[in-house]
């Protein structure tokens, strides 16, 4: 098991950069894929990025290509999400995710067994 707790949200202007944190309890986190997801109101919940246990692969959302970059440091426990260019579309909930299975990144919801609470990203135009 694991628990994890988001920090980094907040206000910015569209053009403008965050970064999130996601903290990680426990001596497992660098046996763990760890991905990203967001939720708007009304809307499900989408995959936005993910990063395997070595992090060496990365997966990210088309919408979120070039603009955002995942990352982990394992020595840490800690994942982030460097988010540029941010763009109103991007204002959610976000949140992060651990999957305690082997193989390749996963972007359903359902597959990530451990969450964290979540952070909230708004984007005024």
């Known amino acids: 098991q694991v628990q994890l707790v988001e920090s980094g949200g907040g206000l910015v202007q569209a053009g403008g950069s965050l970064r999130l944190s996601c903290a990680a309890s426990?001596?497992?986190?660098?046996?763990?894929?760890m991905g990203w997801f967001r939720q708007a109101p009304g809307k499900e919940r989408e995959f936005v990025a993910a990063?395997?246990?070595?992090?060496?692969?990365?997966s990210y959302v088309d919408s979120v290509k070039g603009r955002f970059t995942v990352s982990r440091d394992n020595a840490k426990n800690t994942l982030y999400l460097q988010m540029n260019s941010l763009k109103p579309e991007d204002t959610a909930v976000y949140f992060c995710?651990?999957?305690?299975?082997?193989?390749?990144?996963?972007?359903?919801?359902?597959?990530?067994?451990?969450w964290g609470q979540g952070t909230q990203v708004i984007v005024s135009s």
């Open positions: 995710a651990a999957d305690d299975d082997w193989g390749p990144l996963r972007v359903r919801p359902e597959s990530y067994d451990y």
């Open positions: 426990g001596r497992t986190f660098r046996l763990y894929a």
């Open positions: 990063i395997s246990w070595i992090g060496g692969t990365t």
